[in-house]
């Protein structure tokens, strides 16, 4: 019994020494007795992962205890889809959302992939079919047709090539193709083509209707009500924000590269227009930088918790586990392995 309560002890101290300076979500912050409550059920998913010869994928939006309880990899849409590509577990739990782990399920057929809540969409994604993207693909037939990653497998599938918010603007200006259809984010698009402009490229680029609720809702009045409130404030954003907000911030990048733009640049305050989850993971990676609010929730990152990761690591339910058409994801597969292509060439 003792070295159970020992155990449970050395294990809440360790989350407490990494959650400490977590404050990210309105009303819930991490002091010892939180971290001990939790510790038991952290204690035993990190257990059943061994058990099960599982892995943890956590996107850097999900909560933090999961992030930094038990995930084995923490990281952005394209590093996560690396991890998945070159997983040898028979398990791989993806703590995101549901397109996430569909598309680390197509890059490792083999493995068990599973969810811990089905519900986890995402806009983006639930914006737009496969069957859609076939009718547009109609109208433009001299179109290269570049799917973002926050899509369903069916666009996957019909796409030439897929793109993360990394590698977006490199991967676009190198297709040969001067025609892009870009689905299913609208704004990333007009994003696109300012960047490709701002770098001398003519491309014309199509877009489907698609928004990220969460990044659609920052405006560019609030950038300029902090930047006066807040003097030597740094902006931060997304390229799934509004056009204008990426133009008035400093910085526009992955989650992946906003990170690293904090970490790297000193200021005195930062407005993260990204997904809170963000923020709590610098406040734990880099507890010196002052952030000044202003990020949104995700509510369909948010359905993950650590109670349902236990759960479709122990004995996953047939809703949690992802299975996907044979043929839709091996032509799926073709248009994530020429993004790696083309993200690794110069
Ligand atoms: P990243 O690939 O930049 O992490 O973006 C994923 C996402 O869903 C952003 O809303
Ligand atoms: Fe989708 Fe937006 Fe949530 Fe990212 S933040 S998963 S794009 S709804």
Redesign the pocket.
């Known amino acids: 019994m003792l070295v159970v309560d020992d155990q449970v002890e050395a294990e809440a101290g360790r989350l407490f020494r990494a959650l400490v300076s977590v404050d990210c979500v309105p009303g819930v912050t991490w002091d010892y007795d939180a971290c001990r409550r939790i510790a038991p059920l952290t204690l035993e998913i990190n257990r059943l992962k061994r058990e099960r010869g599982a892995v943890i994928l956590a996107?850097?939006?999900v909560e933090p205890e999961i992030i930094y309880g038990v995930a084995d990899f923490k990281?952005?849409?394209?590093y996560l889809s690396q991890q998945a590509r070159k997983a040898s577990a028979q398990v791989i739990v993806f703590a995101g959302?549901v397109f996430m782990a569909e598309t680390a399920k197509i890059l490792s057929p083999d493995a068990t992939v599973v969810v811990p809540d089905r519900n986890s969409g995402?806009s983006?994604a639930d914006s737009m079919t496969g069957e859609q993207l076939r009718k547009l693909k109609a109208l433009y037939p001299d179109a290269a047709v570049v799917c973002y990653?926050?899509s369903t497998a069916d666009v996957k599938a019909e796409s030439d090539v897929c793109v993360?918010?990394?590698n977006v603007y490199d991967i676009v200006q190198k297709l040969p193709e001067r025609r892009i259809l870009f689905v299913p984010d609208r704004l990333m698009a007009e994003n696109i083509r300012t960047e490709l402009k701002r770098r001398g490229s003519d491309k014309e680029i199509v877009s489907s209707d698609g928004t990220?609720i969460?990044?659609d809702a920052f405006d560019a009045p609030q950038v300029a009500l902090a930047r006066a409130r807040y003097p030597g404030l740094k902006v931060v954003a997304?390229p799934?924000c509004p056009p204008d907000v990426a133009a008035a911030a400093d910085f526009v990048?992955?989650?992946?590269?906003?990170m690293k733009y904090v970490k790297e640049t000193r200021a005195p305050y930062f407005l993260m227009l990204?997904?809170c989850g963000l923020v709590g993971r610098l406040q734990v990676e880099a507890p010196e930088k002052h952030f000044i609010g202003g990020c949104r929730l995700?509510p369909y990152m948010k359905l993950n918790s650590l109670e349902k990761v236990r759960d479709a690591l122990a004995a996953p339910r047939p809703d949690q586990i992802i299975t996907l058409d044979p043929g839709v994801s091996r032509r799926a597969r073709r248009s994530l392995e020429r993004m790696f292509e083309l993200a690794a060439a110069d």
Do not use: P, R
């Open positions: 996107h850097s939006y990281g952005d849409s394209y959302v995402c983006l990653i926050n993360t918010s990394g990220c969460v990044h997304h799934e990048g992955s989650t992946g590269a906003m990204t997904e995700c």
